[in-house]
């Protein structure tokens, strides 16, 4: 209930604050191809719900009839405006009003679409056991995840490849651990990351180990390796998650 409240309270002072800059960007978006400015997707929610994610449109209209869903850097989907969207993680405001109308959290696993949640493992399964959030320790480590799949021929593959064991493993991490607490260091980690991802990463380290992390989650998190080097060695749920 304490978390709702502080969601409630931060997300509906952060939309008005942000209002003006919202406004001009979406009358951006609008005058480039005279199409809604808005993207609504359909994403599983708390219990596998599924609810209507609201995003600024940083992509070509009917983009996701392509059946691509991941996205690079590169990806000729992307609009000129898009690429600046992306680059400031201004597309995601408009999940704060996702958050106002309690579908998701500001922090908690990333909402993936219906049909990715349909291939979840058992373990994974627990990621919908909170509301899903704008960022949680996976959004600070793969805020770059467009430039990992960079000229990939099958980045939805690649994704899955490199990406989804650890973001799993980070997601069931946090679900293990939510507090306000930690909701206000990665909130904070989160606004450093677009600055300073280095530092970010570096300060997430420490977050990580004090709630008992598994070393080689912390060593992915890091990104001091290419995660090429990780592949095939993600450890198993247990003792990775032995957070006493």
């Given at each position: 209930?304490?978390?709702?409240?502080?969601?409630?309270?931060?997300?509906?002072?952060?939309?008005?604050?942000?209002?003006?800059?919202?406004?001009?960007?979406?009358?951006?978006?609008?005058?480039?191809?005279?199409?809604?400015?808005?993207?609504?997707?359909?994403?599983?929610?708390?219990?596998?719900?599924?609810?209507?994610?609201?995003?600024?449109?940083?992509?070509?209209?009917n983009a996701d009839k392509s059946g691509v869903e991941s996205t690079s850097t590169n990806d000729r989907r992307?609009?000129?405006?898009?690429?600046?969207?992306?680059?400031?993680?201004?597309?995601?405001?408009?999940?704060?009003?996702?958050?106002?109308?309690?579908?998701?959290?500001?922090?908690?696993?990333?909402?993936?679409?219906?049909?990715?949640?349909?291939?979840?493992?058992?373990?994974?399964?627990?990621?919908?056991?909170?509301?899903?959030?704008?960022?949680?320790?996976?959004?600070i480590v793969f805020s770059d995840e467009g430039e990992i799949l960079k000229d990939s021929s099958d980045p939805?593959?690649?994704?899955?490849?490199?990406?989804?064991?650890?973001?799993?493993?980070?997601?069931?991490?946090?679900?293990?651990?939510?507090?306000?607490?930690?909701?206000?260091?990665?909130?904070?980690?989160?606004?450093?990351?677009?600055?300073?991802?280095?530092?970010?990463?570096?300060?997430?380290?420490?977050?990580?180990?004090?709630?008992?992390?598994?070393?080689?989650?912390?060593?992915?998190?890091?990104?001091?390796?290419?995660?090429?080097?990780?592949?095939?060695?993600?450890?198993?749920?247990?003792?990775?998650?032995?957070?006493?």
């Amino acid at each position: 209930m304490m978390r709702r409240s502080f969601d409630v309270v931060v997300s509906a002072i952060a939309l008005l604050m942000l209002a003006p800059l919202l406004g001009v960007i979406l009358f951006l978006v609008w005058r480039q191809d005279r199409h809604s400015p808005l993207y609504i997707a359909d994403r599983a929610g708390l219990n596998g719900q599924p609810f209507r994610m609201v995003k600024i449109r940083s992509m070509v209209v009917n983009a996701d009839k392509s059946g691509v869903e991941s996205t690079s850097t590169n990806d000729r989907r992307i609009t000129p405006l898009g690429n600046f969207i992306r680059r400031w993680k201004i597309d995601e405001l408009s999940q704060l009003w996702n958050v106002l109308c309690g579908d998701m959290s500001l922090v908690g696993p990333r909402p993936n679409t219906l049909k990715e949640v349909a291939t979840y493992s058992g373990d994974e399964m627990r990621l919908l056991d909170v509301r899903p959030g704008i960022t949680d320790f996976s959004s600070i480590v793969f805020s770059d995840e467009g430039e990992i799949l960079k000229d990939s021929s099958d980045p939805d593959a690649e994704y899955a490849r490199l990406i989804r064991p650890w973001k799993s493993k980070l997601g069931l991490l946090y679900v293990r651990n939510a507090s306000i607490s930690l909701n206000l260091r990665l909130i904070w980690l989160t606004l450093l990351a677009i600055l300073d991802k280095r530092r970010a990463l570096d300060k997430l380290d420490g977050l990580l180990e004090s709630y008992g992390c598994h070393p080689q989650v912390r060593e992915v998190a890091s990104r001091r390796r290419a995660l090429d080097d990780y592949v095939g060695s993600v450890p198993a749920d247990r003792p990775a998650w032995n957070v006493q």
